[in-house]
């Protein structure tokens, strides 16, 4: 069974910063993509940030500049830097992987964490 754990979450005053983590474990042969999403109340999940396992990076538009993902794959574990954070990015944060239990790759599957809660308000 492969597992992913998010923490970090929490309420912040608008302006402030969360780091997030999210660490994969179990069954693990190679973590390919990995990212965060969000789902705030009564709106749909929507992508925040991804990062390849080489590194590259793609973020959504409403985080860019203000948000940094990063992974440490000596850890299984992909972090979300968030600052100047704003109410409109209160909502539930998921972290999704890509992951190969064996070497078969037949093997890979998708992922999703439980979720943490970021509440941005004053």
């Known amino acids: 069974q492969v597992q992913l754990v998010e923490s970090g979450g929490g309420l912040v005053q608008p302006g402030g910063s969360l780091r997030l983590s999210c660490v994969a474990s179990?069954?693990?042969?190679?973590?390919?993509?990995m990212g965060w999403y969000r789902q705030a109340p009564g709106k749909q999940r929507e992508l925040v940030a991804t990062?390849?396992?080489?590194?590259?990076?793609n973020y959504a538009d409403s985080v860019l500049g203000r948000f940094t993902i990063s992974r440490d794959n000596t850890k299984n574990t992909v972090y979300l830097q968030m600052n100047s954070l704003k109410p409109e990015d209160t909502a539930v944060y998921y972290c999704?992987?890509?992951?190969?239990?064996?070497?078969?790759?037949?093997?890979?599957?998708?992922?999703w964490g439980q979720g943490t809660q970021v509440t941005v308000s004053s």
């Open positions: 990062i390849t396992g080489s590194g590259i990076t």
């Open positions: 179990g069954r693990i042969f190679s973590i390919y993509e």
């Open positions: 999704n992987a890509d992951i190969q239990r064996s070497i078969f790759i037949n093997s890979k599957a998708n992922y």
